[in-house]
């Protein structure tokens, strides 16, 4: 009993200090806080006196404790400059790492024959009907397209009525989108990059070899390559719904719509669905 008289003794004693000290000072400083919050904080002290009073008593600014809480500045710890180039290395050996890991996995998979099967996905997961039967000779340069976009030229007969500073800036303008398809091609972790380890897969093929090779699962980014090579005539499709083989030519390219995605979805004559792929997303304009 006389311990916890001892200690609530104390804890009023801190909190009539602190609100005497609130009531003091409150003038001086910018944003006094207001006499419910002190009474608020007084009370606290009561109860964990020991150890609020003693942050407020080494605190170095004392009128911390009396302004309103939001208004009080944050502490800036400046960044360690270390911290930040560690980070972008191991973000690079992370880069590197999984280049690594798709070269290893790319280089154990079967030497690609003359002809390529890709088995139509969806990305609901429903099983589809269509295999998709490619030349390998003919993936190959669809793909490489992919991965070297054909620089913008300039039309160079405009620049030559034009002054010599016009001349400059148009081949400056070249120099950069040069560095920029070379960085395309060369940086690992671009978005394409997949096709690029498709590319590693297939530019090894025999065309000899009369075996039909099946897409590893791993090649999700396959289903781009797959419709743009429908798109261009090129390959077959068998529908197991028909048992029929169809021409690219026959397949139905139709972009179907589902929440805020724009769908590519490839049909057979008969309307089975052989592929069905993420196209475009729609951004839902703002109402304001
Ligand atoms: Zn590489
Ligand atoms: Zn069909």
Redo the contacts with the bound molecule.
């Keep these: 009993m006389y311990l916890f008289n001892f200690y609530f003794s104390i804890g009023i004693f801190s909190a009539f200090v602190f609100v005497g000290y609130w009531w003091l000072y409150k003038d001086r400083v910018d944003i006094p806080a207001s006499l419910n919050l002190m009474l608020i904080r007084a009370t606290a002290y009561i109860f964990v006196w020991p150890v609020l009073f003693w942050k407020w008593f080494k605190s170095e600014d004392k009128t911390r404790f009396i302004t309103e809480p939001e208004l009080v500045a944050p502490e800036q710890r400046p960044v360690d400059p270390n911290i930040v180039k560690n980070s972008a290395r191991n973000a690079e050996r992370e880069a590197q790492t999984l280049h690594q890991e798709w070269l290893s996995f790319v280089d154990t998979l079967p030497q690609c024959g003359s002809h390529i099967m890709y088995k139509g996905t969806d990305i609901y997961g429903e099983r589809l009907?269509g295999r998709f039967i490619f030349e390998t000779a003919d993936l190959l340069p669809l793909v490489f397209d992919k991965l070297n976009p054909k620089p913008v030229s300039f039309d160079d007969t405009d620049s030559a009525n034009d002054s010599l500073d016009a001349e400059c800036e148009a081949s400056d303008g070249e120099a950069e989108i040069d560095s920029q398809t070379s960085s395309w091609v060369n940086t690992p972790n671009l978005p394409n990059t997949q096709e690029h380890y498709i590319h590693r897969w297939l530019r090894t093929y025999d065309p000899a070899l009369f075996v039909c090779n099946v897409v590893p699962t791993s090649f999700d980014r396959f289903e781009y390559i797959a419709a743009d090579m429908i798109e261009a005539g090129k390959g077959q499709v068998h529908?197991k719904?028909?048992d029929?083989v169809y021409d690219a030519s026959d397949i139905k390219a139709v972009d179907g719509g589902q929440g805020g995605w724009i769908l590519g979805e490839l049909y057979?004559?008969?309307?089975?669905l052989l592929a069905r792929r993420k196209k475009i997303h729609f951004m839902r304009a703002r109402s304001n």
């Design positions: 009907d529908c719904s028909c029929t057979c004559p008969s309307d089975h």
